[in-house]
């Protein structure tokens, strides 16, 4: 049931209601009884629900305030598993199939849960004084406090030298490659510091973006301090996440007005903005608009400042990174520095800086005694945030000054020790010293604009210290969880998150969790019971446990907690279960009787085995189940077809050669996923019953033939396959309205009769999407005598074209060249040219492959300009005939990007390539061009070994009037 998510303020409340929504609706024939008693518990519930979600972030929450709010989750916990067995007791009705009525009328199965509801109903509105039945309603509650922490001194601040210094430069001594040599021309001529911001007069903005605690406010104040005195009038103004823009922009008239304000509460905020721009309009000024939360406010404040081009300049701190950052309107005048650590593989540790320092002992204050350890785990904890290593020293000179009042002496490195218990026991929230960090990051969690996209948040932090986690099955586990039902929904939460610095990118849409924000949300998580963490388990759990992740893996330090945290444990509640590497405790499958998500995210495959998957396959109420992997499995047994609820089907590097027939009765499946499983030689035609599928993986499979039914599912939306089997036949794609690996021109001709109509006759297939492989497209294989007009008309925005003509002519060409998207293309001429045809400078933009079939070459050649982009060429011959080509150079030189050319034949028949005489001249002279390419060339011949030749440095490079542009010209040489 798709609707209301799971949070972690209500729980699963949200779904259980929407549940008995539908049991009380016309599909369902309930007895008099059971119906008035769902009825009861969905009144009351609702209110429980409006009540947990208007409170939650909203108040504080003592110890009694706590247990009800657990009791009210577990209780949710219940009544989702009582319906879902409810329902399991119901068929259809013999006289209405539309109907779902009870096999046998027993007494109302709800009348236990029914006590227990009106209790906790009752206590919740009697705790937080709330009428029934009223709807949720936000509680007031106090802005959050600022947590400015700006270092003054700047002997104090380590790695951020060169981003003060590249601030200063962009504004006030130009920027860009030439900036140097301005500047010491400049200091040569004794120009004066103004006289060279003038000769950039147009207004320049720098955006700084992070996290909390880099120290974006502090480098501003830096620069700030150094540069105010070249300008007339300064404004420093800091903004809230929720501000008050008239406060704002009063703040900032204060500082640039030279007389005293008079009457600025009676004035209007567009008042305000006038008589800023005003004051400001012959004035050259600098102004730093600090911690900018949202676009709108931005839109508000660049109102204010004209652009007078007087040489002035803004400087904004940020911590939301997107495409649309303040001053991206203003072409080429904008720096935009990023601030935040990044992970270094070779040092296994958060760095910081352009230098990419690890800043620990470069920071370290004089009260630091000596055997300060700069790697102990606490530091390494830091994750390379300034803020986050300033805190911590406070909090060491804290329990120094405890230790020492008792009477204790201790090391640096015992109170480091200390530190790093009190923070892993109680959280940076909890910890003396960490207080700033923690309310820098607790204000940017407030911000977050809904309880769903702070559930998903929260979620992250199940990830082990430094884990590297995949955005995309990220996505998917939201979705899985129920946070989110729509993937598309749950992948522009992982843009917000991203955008706002609570993960950190670590490659293509592969992320870091930084360890102080890691320890932060799972200190959240254990306050509101949402996700409990085996290695923060200390002694024997008893509450009942609904989400549950193993990450017992080594710690930086190299310790593994030894004490069985599952000591109590009852397996029954548990509801999502997530296991790391590392967790080789035994996991009793057979108890985890009410499991709806099971996720093994193991990078070592040793763990799983035939014997857990027979136990998993008995876990009738698994809707999820991820990473399904290791070596240890060979085959998936029939029993999976008692998987009835089953959605999403992930079996990975395993050994398996087939799935069982059994997999078809699977009819709730909309993921399967069986990619790597290099084995894996054959699918079941059972496949194709699978009308609910949306999403079909098979990448990295010994798989080359699709069941017939494939083509008959509806609803199938996503379809990875290896380059083996990545064509369909135009008859069955067309059956596949939503299959996103076609191109939308071909879709939308399925759609139209008229160009069906056209298309009658052509022998066509289409070129499915592969990732990393090639791009979707049309294969026609209908001999043509030209290009068709149809291409031009219907399918201009083709990724991919094959096509068999006989004749390449102007008229052939300006189709082709028309084609703005077109990437890979394949001329297979039936027809030897009389001339070979000349590619000329124009068009074909974009294109990066071009392989030409031909039984006689040459009969393609290149002008200067031509094909700006192309990568490989590759020429393919099927035929041994002809006179031996001419020794005319192809003018490959012309092909600025140039990097792979090939000859291929099929070995069968002609053995090495250059043994044809019409080619082995050809190939003598490509491969000279070759070795006087400008580029590297990898030059491979059907036959032969590969060769590779070394870029020719002496080669000119043709003029940028031949690429069609200087611009364009531009943009190839520096890609």
């Not at 009884?33 to 003592?62: G, M, Y």
């Not at 399991?88 to 096999?103: D, P």
């Not at 007494?107 to 227990?116: D, E, H, I, W």
Request: proline fraction near 5%; charged fraction near 25%; charge should be negative.
């Amino acid at each position: 049931m798709e609707g209301a998510p799971v949070t972690a303020a209500t729980g699963v409340l949200g779904p259980v209601l929407e549940k008995l929504g539908a049991l009380l609706g016309s599909e369902y024939k309930l007895p008099h009884r059971t119906r008035n008693d769902i009825k009861f518990i969905k009144s009351n519930l609702q209110t429980v629900h409006s009540i947990l979600w208007a409170i939650w972030e909203k108040e504080i929450l003592d110890a009694e305030s706590k247990h009800l709010k657990k009791k009210a989750l577990d209780l949710a916990a219940d009544m989702d598993d009582a319906v879902d067995d409810f329902i399991l007791t119901m068929e259809r009705s013999s006289r209405n199939k539309h109907l779902m009525a009870q096999i046998k009328i027993e007494a109302s199965p709800f009348q236990g849960l029914k006590t227990r509801v009106d209790d906790v109903s009752d206590r919740c509105c009697t705790k937080w004084k709330w009428e029934k039945n009223k709807c949720a309603e936000p509680i007031p509650s106090k802005p959050p406090p600022r947590a400015p922490f700006v270092r003054k001194d700047t002997s104090e601040i380590i790695g951020m030298g060169r981003w003060r210094d590249d601030l200063i430069r962009h504004l006030v001594r130009g920027g860009g490659a030439e900036a140097q040599a301005e500047e010491a021309e400049a200091v040569n001529s004794k120009e004066s510091e103004e006289e060279r911001t003038m000769v950039q007069p147009q207004l320049k903005i720098a955006t700084i973006v992070g996290m909390a605690g880099v120290g974006k406010t502090t480098l501003a104040r830096l620069v700030y301090e150094e540069i105010e005195s070249k300008f007339q009038s300064r404004a420093f103004v800091s903004v809230t996440p929720s501000p008050v823009m008239k406060e704002v922009l009063t703040s900032i008239l204060q500082q640039v007005e030279d007389e005293p304000l008079v009457g600025a509460q009676s004035r209007t905020e567009k008042d305000i903005i006038h008589t800023i721009s005003n004051s400001l309009k012959d004035k050259r000024y600098l102004v730093i608009i600090d911690d900018i939360w949202h676009h709108g406010e931005w839109n508000i404040i660049r109102k204010s400042f004209p652009e007078n081009n007087l040489g002035s300049r803004i400087i904004i701190t940020t911590r939301i990174e997107s495409e649309r950052v303040p001053g991206y309107d203003l072409e080429n005048n904008n720096l935009y520095i990023r601030m935040n650590p990044e992970w270094s593989s070779e040092q296994e540790r958060w760095v910081y800086g352009l230098d990419k320092e690890n800043v620990a002992a470069q920071m370290k204050p004089d009260l630091v005694r000596e055997g300060f350890d700069c790697d102990h785990p606490i530091v390494r904890m830091c994750g390379g945030v300034p803020l986050a290593l300033l805190c911590m020293f406070s909090a060491m000179a804290i329990v120094r000054e405890q230790q020492e009042q008792q009477g204790v002496h201790v090391t640096a490195h015992d109170v480091q020790v200390m530190i790093e218990k009190q923070v892993k026991r109680s959280g940076i929230q909890n910890t003396p010293g960490f207080q700033p960090l923690a309310e820098g990051l607790q204000i940017g969690y407030d911000d977050l604009p809904h309880h769903m996209l702070k559930t998903c948040l929260l979620y992250c932090g199940i990830y082990p210290k430094n884990y590297r986690f995949d955005g995309n099955h990220l996505v998917r586990q939201w979705a899985a969880e129920g946070f989110t039902y729509k993937e598309d929904e749950a992948k522009d939460y992982l843009v917000k998150l991203d955008g706002r610095g609570f993960m950190l990118r670590n490659g293509y849409n592969a992320y870091r969790m930084n360890p102080m924000m890691r320890n932060f949300l799972r200190w959240k998580s254990r306050e509101d019971n949402f996700i409990t963490c085996s290695s923060d388990i200390t002694s024997a759990y008893a509450s009942p446990v609904h989400r549950l992740c193993i990450d017992d893996h080594q710690d930086d330090d190299g310790a593994v907690e030894v004490a069985d945290p599952f000591s109590g444990l009852d397996w029954s509640q548990i509801r999502s279960l997530v296991v790391f590497e590392g967790a080789g405790r035994y996991v009793p499958f057979e108890k985890l009787i009410c499991v709806r998500v099971l996720d093994f995210l193991f990078t070592r495959l040793g763990f799983l085995r035939n014997d857990h998957v027979k136990d998993i396959c008995g876990l009738f109420r698994v809707r999820h189940l991820f990473g399904l992997e290791g070596t240890g499995i060979s085959e998936i047994p029939p029993e999976i077809a008692k998987l009835q609820h089953l959605e999403t089907l992930q079996v990975r590097h395993t050994w398996i050669r087939e799935l069982p027939g059994e997999i078809g009765e699977l009819q709730q499946l909309k993921t399967l996923d069986v990619s790597r499983n290099r084995e894996l030689i054959d699918l079941p035609r059972e496949v194709g019953e699978l009308q609910n599928l949306k999403r079909l993986l098979l990448m990295y499979t010994k798989v080359v033939t699709m069941p017939a039914g494939i083509w008959g599912l509806k609803n199938l939306k996503i379809l990875e396959v290896d380059d083996i089997i990545d064509t369909i036949p135009w008859e069955a794609g067309g059956q596949l309205p939503k299959l996103e690996a076609v191109p939308e021109c071909i879709r939308q001709a399925w759609k139209n009769s008229d160009i069906l109509s056209e298309l009658a006759g052509e022998i066509l297939s289409i070129k499915l999407y592969v990732s990393g492989v090639s791009r979707e497209g049309l294969i026609i294989s209908t001999k043509h005598m030209h290009i068709p007009r149809w291409i031009k008309h219907h399918f201009n925005d083709l990724r991919y074209l094959d096509i068999m003509i006989c004749k390449l002519e102007e008229q052939d060409l300006e189709i082709l060249r028309e084609m703005s998207k077109l990437y890979d293309l394949t001329l297979r001429f039936q027809v030897v040219p009389r001339q070979p045809i000349a590619i000329s400078g124009e068009g074909f933009r974009w294109l990066e492959t071009l392989v030409v079939d031909s039984r006689t070459p040459p009969v393609i050649t290149f002008q200067e300009g031509a094909m700006p982009r192309l990568v490989i060429l590759s020429f393919e011959f099927q035929f041994n005939g002809g006179p031996p080509a001419n020794r005319d150079p192809l003018g490959i030189k012309h092909l600025l990007r140039l990097s792979s050319v090939e000859f291929r034949c099929n070995q069968e028949w002609y053995g090495r390539a250059e043994s044809i005489p019409s080619m082995s001249v050809m190939i003598d002279v490509v491969r000279k061009e070759a070795q006087e390419h400008p580029n590297k060339i990898r030059f491979r011949v059907t036959g032969r070994e590969e060769e590779t030749f070394p870029a020719n440095k002496s080669a000119q490079v043709p003029d940028a009037s031949s690429c069609g542009s200087s611009a364009m010209k531009d943009e190839i040489l520096e890609a």
